[in-house]
């Protein structure tokens, strides 16, 4: 059983689609971090939120805490080819840090 | 600055064979990591280095070894490879333990027949 749940675990969208992904866990976390995989690549760090109920923005992404500090979302909106790849949610608690199984995402043009 | 090189990108070994993965940061950070991503399980830290001269256990060690050689290169070492450890192998570095920006390495692609 993971951690950190993350859904859908596949998507699959047409350019110009608003889409949103969910990272969600029973257990409270002090961050929570998001990463973008592409294919062939390690992750690279998008966001990191701390405070519960944070809404943080990357252009045309938005990331929110939740106000219990257990799950997260990322919303994409009019998702462009560039943002195919695995969407990584990371929990942080004390020196521990856990991902989730991440969130495939294909953006169709 | 390469960032963090992983050497090589890919391998294929026998059951019971030996093999060392690199890895070398060139960002002065503390600490590094060594994960495993397997489809459908995320990344799973299999030990990580939080300084210069110490290594700790991660989630999933078994079957593996690690040397801090020095506070640039981490590696990671499979004794005796089993079937069960194919997988993609990611070192990372961040300046401080969880919570900190990692910065991961392009992996390397082992399969073990």
């Known amino acids: 059983t993971q951690l950190l749940e993350q859904s859908p675990q596949f998507l699959s969208i047409q350019e110009g689609e608003n889409l949103t992904v969910y990272c969600n866990s029973s257990s409270v976390f002090s961050s929570l971090q998001w990463y973008r995989q592409e294919p062939g690549e390690g992750p690279v760090l998008l966001v990191t939120v701390v405070t519960g109920g944070e809404v943080k923005k990357l252009k045309r992404l938005t990331f929110q805490f939740g106000d219990a500090r257990k799950d997260s979302s990322l919303h994409i909106t009019a998702a462009q080819p560039g943002d195919t790849g695995l969407y990584l949610c990371a929990g942080v608690n004390n020196n521990d840090m856990r991902f989730g199984a991440g969130t495939r995402l294909t953006v169709k043009p | 600055n390469a960032g963090v090189t992983q050497t090589p990108k890919f391998q294929v070994l026998k059951t019971g064979q030996s093999m060392t993965l690199q890895c070398a940061q060139d960002m002065n950070h503390n600490s590094m990591y060594w994960y495993r991503q397997d489809p459908g399980m995320g990344l799973r830290l299999i030990y990580y280095?939080?300084?210069?001269?110490?290594?700790d256990k991660g989630e999933v060690p078994n079957g593996y070894n690690v040397s801090r050689l020095n506070k640039r290169e981490f590696s990671l070492r499979l004794e005796s490879a089993a079937p069960s450890q194919t997988s993609v192998y990611f070192c990372a570095s961040s300046q401080g333990l969880a919570g900190h920006t990692q910065y991961f390495g392009p992996g390397t692609r082992l399969t073990v027949l």
């Open positions: 280095s939080a300084s210069e001269g110490t290594t």
